[in-house]
């Protein structure tokens, strides 16, 4: 792996061909921020998995978290793992890529072919670093609609995704109620809360605090935040897991040795453990990317944009929405997918709710949950049904 983070885009070769597809739409088609400013010209990355039938009908747009991008399935062209999801999305998955034409875009602001901060401005022909704007759960909607407009698809049959990828979920169905037949918001809430914010200002602030940030233009000055990124990794992991998680996988085992060193080196394998998903994930993401969609999810609050009421954007919609939560997930606790269930209710959508009892945490969404694969399966099947979608993908 390079020690300096590049963006996708600038590489050459079999990896920088990996990336899917991507569109560049004209300046005269430029999103629109909520801040007020404006993204020309737009750049949206994505992948695509299964095959679209004749009537358009079978679009399934999964949407990814905070540190993924699009590769939720297949292999990932930076790191050779398997995609995010590929527990969920394949041939014969409950996300059925023999049945469904599979959707997964870079989210904007994102470090892997979407238009972010990494990009060159034109009219400095350096990377944006800081300079690019600031942008919310909402942009990224947008600019995920204005990629199925490019596609030629007016109505998804399903939007799903699970923690940041969550929320979006909710916003597409607040936003584009008419284009999003059936939901699945997965370890999630409406807003980010208090603590999750915090979380992330800690991780903002020990990027920023390496002295190879140099204010966020690193990449013109040919330096990277890494130790800063690796500890923003290390601490957000953290809440991924859950207690009972990481005292099954580490406990307080020693990391290869059989004494206490006295020292301050990884004496413990959860300690090991942590600096190896620090050290690894610098070398595929960028650290201002982690500053911008850390900022995005803080900035989430759905029912702001209603007066305050969070049934009021989902006022009248027909969309079908499964809500899920898990028992163990201290990141986004059931109480916030209740809340949603309660909002949507109140609005009355058609609505199911199932907490997975598990002690994996909040990455339980990733992970392998036999019960959860059944009963998303299930609310797929029967979505696909009420769509009148065949069972089996057709030749």
């Known amino acids: ?9 600038t590489l050459s070769g079999d990896v920088g061909a990996a990336i ?21 010209p737009l750049t949206v990355a994505w ?3 299964g095959t679209l039938n004749a009537q358009k009908s079978n679009a399934f747009l999964v949407c990814h978290a905070l540190t993924g991008d699009q590769y939720a399935a297949g292999t990932h062209p930076i790191t050779g793992k398997p995609g995010w999801w590929q527990t969920m999305v394949g041939p014969g998955l409950p996300i059925d890529t023999d049945r469904f034409f599979v959707i997964c875009a ?14 060159v401005d034109p009219a400095t022909n350096q990377p944006f670093g800081l300079s690019f704007p600031v942008i919310t759960i909402r942009d990224m909607v947008r600019a995920q609609a204005m990629l199925l407009d490019h596609l030629g698809i007016e109505q998804l049959f399903c939007v799903a995704g699970g923690s940041m990828g969550g929320m979006q979920v909710l916003q597409w169905a607040a936003s584009y109620p008419e284009r999003v037949f059936a939901a699945l918001p997965i370890a999630t809430a409406a807003r980010h809360s208090a603590q999750n914010i915090a979380f992330h200002e800690v991780g903002r602030q020990a990027i920023m605090a390496d002295p190879d940030w140099q204010a966020g233009d690193y990449l013109s000055k040919g330096t990277n935040p890494r130790k800063g990124l690796a500890v923003a990794r290390m ?3 953290i809440t991924y897991l859950s207690e009972a998680a990481l005292h099954r996988k580490f406990g307080r085992t020693l990391q290869d040795r059989e004494a206490l060193s006295y020292r301050f080196d990884a004496d413990f394998q959860v300690e090991s453990y942590l600096r190896h998903q620090g050290s690894t994930f610098v070398d595929r993401f960028d650290a201002n990317s982690y500053l911008y ?8 609050d759905l029912a702001a944009d209603y007066g305050g009421s969070l049934a ?28 949603i269930v309660h909002a949507l209710n109140a609005g009355g959508a058609n609505v199911s709710f199932v907490e997975f009892e598990t002690d994996k945490g909040h990455d339980a969404f990733l992970l392998e949950v036999p019960e959860m694969f ?3 399966r299930g609310f797929v099947d029967a979505a696909a049904e009420a769509r009148g979608l065949p069972a089996k993908a057709r030749a």
């Open 1 to 9: 792996m390079s020690t300096l983070f590049q963006p996708l885009s």
């Open 20 to 40: 899917g597809e991507s569109v560049t739409f004209d300046a005269d088609r430029a999103l629109k921020l909520d801040s007020g400013g404006e993204i020309k």
């Open 47 to 49: 992948k695509t998995y």
């Open 106 to 119: 870079n989210v904007v602001g994102g470090c892997m072919g979407s238009s972010g901060p990494h990009d």
């Open 235 to 237: 601490a957000a992991h």
């Open 293 to 300: 969609i850390t900022r995005a999810m803080d900035y989430f």
């Open 312 to 339: 009021e954007a989902f006022r009248g919609s027909k969309t079908r929405f499964c809500v899920v939560s898990f028992t163990s997930d201290w990141l986004f606790p059931t109480i916030e997918s209740k809340k």
């Open 374 to 376: 059944a009963t998303l």
